[in-house]
């Protein structure tokens, strides 16, 4: 356990890596004074809860890393101290759901993985607060359709959707991505295809050979 304020004593600390290090709880003030601190890095422990209270003094906070603990669920609040967030990691955690507004408080998060979760949807508005400013979307290794949504991000360069086990997607599922430069798309349902009206612009004049190649499923109909 990450008992209360253990770092109190490092108000100019900029980076705190805690990975591997079987931590289960964390205090609500357990990193209390660390006002510099920007990145927060947790990843490969056996957290099984997180609340706001957590980062409440680590205001400048901008990169968390989460994945791969045992957290089941996420308050919807659970970020709301720390809304200088550019880089948050979530994946490979037991979780099922997720709020509709978790992403409200972080406005200018450019990259989000929460892949190898439980996923079976994700809320319909769920990308509202970051359709300009997601770059980075790790979402893949979640059983569930094609989320409506991701069709609005246009600043996306990185789009990760393996394995989920779509049937389909969208005619227009990509079209708007303009700055996408990284598609995957591979291990999805027998029968899984791209329809050419939903490759993305980096991808409009390439083979279908080179479609599959570069994003690991076949075009619809052969052009």
């Known amino acids: 356990m990450l008992d209360a304020e253990p770092f109190s004593n490092l108000a100019t600390l900029t980076h705190l890596v805690l990975n591997e290090n079987n931590i289960v709880n964390i205090t609500g003030s357990a990193f209390s004074g660390l006002?510099?601190?920007?990145?927060l890095l947790l990843s490969n422990n056996d957290i099984e809860a997180w609340f706001k209270e957590i980062t409440a003094g680590t205001p400048n906070l901008t990169t968390l890393s989460l994945n791969n603990n045992n957290?089941?669920?996420?308050?919807?609040?659970?970020?709301?101290?720390?809304?200088l967030m550019d880089d948050l990691r979530l994946d490979?955690?037991?979780?099922s759901e997720l709020p509709a507004d978790l992403l409200q408080p972080m406005p200018n998060l450019t990259q989000l993985e929460i892949d190898n979760a439980q996923l079976t949807s994700i809320p319909d508005?769920?990308?509202t607060p970051v359709l300009g400013t997601l770059e980075k979307l790790q979402i893949g290794d979640n059983i569930m359709p094609f989320p409506p949504?991701?069709?609005q991000l246009t600043q996306l360069t990185?789009?990760?959707?393996a394995d989920m086990n779509m049937t389909s997607v969208p005619d227009n599922a990509f079209t708007a991505m303009t700055e996408l430069s990284t598609l995957k798309l591979e291990d999805q349902a027998d029968g899984f295809c791209i329809p050419t009206t939903a490759l993305p612009p980096f991808l409009s004049n390439a083979t279908d050979a080179e479609v599959e190649l570069e994003t690991g499923a076949p075009v619809c109909v052969s052009r």
């Open 71 to 83: 957290i089941p669920s996420w308050p919807a609040d659970s970020f709301m101290t720390i809304p």
């Open 125 to 127: 508005t769920f990308f």
């Open 35 to 39: 006002s510099s601190l920007t990145n």
């Open 158 to 161: 990185f789009l990760d959707m």
């Open 92 to 95: 490979i955690n037991p979780f």
């Open 149 to 151: 949504q991701v069709s």
